[in-house]
């Protein structure tokens, strides 16, 4: 069974930075798409940042030029770097995986909690 295990989160007061790892296990495939969403309270779940396997990168506006994600095609790994955090990036961070023929895992979530 494929397995996607997060690491990183943490709790940061606001302007501190964070980095989010994942990485996809007993899977021999490589990911087409690889990202993180979040989830707030009382929120729906929403995308942060995603990579392609050609290394294309897509971000939420609210997180544009704060976080940077990396990832590695051949490892199925992916990195998430949040920088100038604020209160509002306060969620569960979850991990995203995507392959052919529809394919697609979640972890199990990482709390990023930004306070004060």
């Known amino acids: 069974q494929v397995q996607l295990v997060e690491s990183g989160g943490g709790l940061v007061q606001p302007g501190g930075s964070l980095r989010l790892f994942c990485a996809a296990s007993?899977?021999?495939?490589?990911?087409?798409?690889m990202g993180w969403y979040r989830q707030a309270p009382g929120k729906e779940r929403e995308l942060v940042a995603t990579i392609t396997r050609g290394g294309d990168t897509n971000y939420a506006d609210s997180v544009k030029g704060r976080f940077t994600i990396s990832g590695d095609n051949a490892k199925n790994t992916v990195n998430l770097q949040m920088n100038s955090l604020k209160p509002e990036d306060t969620a569960v961070y979850y991990c995203?995986?995507?392959?052919?023929?529809?394919?697609?895992?979640w972890g199990q979530g990482t709390q990023v909690t930004v306070s004060s």
């Open positions: 995203n995986w995507n392959g052919n023929y529809g394919a697609a895992y």
């Open positions: 007993r899977i021999t495939l490589r990911f087409n798409v």
